[in-house]
């Protein structure tokens, strides 16, 4: 009779956990539900869930149902030290009926009186997201089956969580993008000016940008770039990237030696990061433009005589790549109605066709025309009803009478 009601016990646990109702919760409350009945089940006085931070050195105490002071302190627990470090780094189960300063690194949990306490690693697509423990104040030894049970919870909270994650990401690096791009291009005397910026259907926010400002010189800056990657990391790195690349073009007009300069920036302060980007400055007469690119597609070109056609520039290696190869300028010709059209790769890189084929579409949609007409002819001609697979980043300019 007792194995009967063990089984039957756990049978009840089990279904609580993969109750089909839960299905029907937001990703927050369902977070929620699941700590609070890996509690009830588990018979623990907390439940808590750390993931690891960016760097995949530390946990992060991150969501909580009776441990609320170790997510509101942002306790931080260093992979392979501790309990929870221990899970993270062996990727098993770990229980302990005696807790002290020796085997947990929580302040917040000695605080607590904890003194059992039972982990197991959050994986989800084979890779590591965090740990879920259960803490109890009283001594106990947590069972075979009380470790199948948390596990099946963590199963149940690591995809949660990492739409959670996200979900987060996304519409932060979302906000983040539209707080750092001109919200409209200034007005400059002798230039049209308009812009485009559209978050990728598929990749969400990325890190393309375009910037337009006044040099010290009465020259005019134009810069549009692409950070490698998507998401809030990208967004942030454009963020550093683009604040550097006004930095420098206060010091100097030659778009080479400022793109040196944000190369030497990059490989000291953002390691790993790499970025596209092409660089101009309008002399302040308006009759030459000097640009220098890093791996960026060339601008296209189009006059009131001439139709669009692909500009061809010294080409030089991307940001991040290798800061000790010299960079190089290319001068064009500015006319009265000389109109250009930079954009990020996003406007031109399809799945189903080459680049040259989507350069040589792009080509043909360019003319001298007004700047916010252009934009939109070229935004309709290039996606068609299609969403963005990228972001794109468009900027176009026209030299007026």
Known sequence: MTGTRDSGEQLRRLQLVTDAALSKLGVEDLLEELLVRAR??????????????PTGAELVATATSGLEREVRQGVRVPVGRGFAGTVAATAQPLAIDRVDETNVMSPVVLHEHIASMLGVPMITAGRLLGVLYVGARRPRRFAAGDIELLQLVADRIAPATQARMHSLDRATAYAL?????????????????????????????????????????????VAVGDVAGNGLRAAVVMGRIRSALRAY??????????????????????????????????????????????????????????????????????????????????????????????????????????????????????TATAPDRLCTTVMATMLQDQPAGDDIALLALRRTA
């Open 40 to 53: 009830e089940l588990l018979h623990a006085d907390t439940a808590t869930v750390m993931l690891l931070d």
């Open 177 to 221: 993008q539209r707080s750092l791009l001109p919200t409209r291009p200034p007005d400059m005397a002798g230039l049209e000016l308009a812009v485009r910026y559209v978050p990728g259907a598929e990749v969400g926010v990325g890190g393309d940008w375009y910037d337009v400002f006044e040099l010290p010189s009465g020259a005019i800056g």
């Open 249 to 366: 073009a206060l010091e100097t007009d030659d778009p080479a030696d400022v793109l040196t300069r944000l190369d030497r920036k990059i490989h000291r302060f953002e390691p790993g990061a790499m970025a596209t980007a092409i660089y101009a400055v309008i002399d302040p007469s308006l009759d030459t433009v000097t640009m220098s690119t890093a791996g960026h597609p060339p601008p296209m070109f189009a006059t009131p005589a001439t139709p669009g056609e692909l500009l061809t520039i010294r080409a030089n290696l991307p940001l991040g790549t290798d800061m000790h190869l010299a960079r190089t300028n290319t001068a064009l010709a500015l006319p009265t109605g000389g109109t250009l059209l930079f954009y990020t790769d996003g406007l031109v890189e399809r799945r189903a066709r080459s680049i040259s084929e989507g350069l040589d579409r792009l080509a043909a949609a360019v």
